[in-house]
């Protein structure tokens, strides 16, 4: 099993940079590709971004460019930098990590972005 925790949220301005973090935790070596999702209000969950263990990353389209992902394996931890959010950004950002072995995906409790002026 692996535990995930997010933290970085809050409440920003647009277009003030902010930067997620979620740790790992429990059987990390098990872990392959992480990433973000996240659900706004009324709205069904997307994907943000992923990155693979060799730091290969994908981005949904919507947000290339804006947002950043990235990983540091010795700490099984993912980052996600955002980049002039906007308002339409607030959600709550889920990550997630998929087990290299039985493709099982876990999921962390959510890490809540407000963007408002």
């Known amino acids: 099993q692996v535990q995930l925790l997010e933290s970085g949220g809050g409440l920003v301005e647009p277009g003030e940079s902010l930067t997620l973090r979620c740790i790992g935790s429990g059987n990390i070596f098990t872990i392959g590709t992480m990433g973000w999702y996240r659900q706004a209000p009324g709205k069904e969950r997307e994907l943000v971004a992923t990155?693979?263990?060799?730091?290969?990353?994908d981005n949904a389209a919507s947000m290339e460019g804006r947002f950043t992902i990235s990983r540091d394996n010795a700490k099984a931890t993912v980052y996600l930098k955002m980049n002039s959010p906007k308002p339409e950004d607030t959600a709550i950002y889920y990550c997630?990590?998929?087990?290299?072995?039985?493709?099982?995906?876990?999921w962390g409790q959510g890490t809540r972005v407000t963007v408002s002026s």
């Open positions: 997630t990590a998929r087990d290299k072995f039985t493709s099982e995906d876990y």
């Open positions: 990155v693979t263990e060799s730091g290969t990353t």
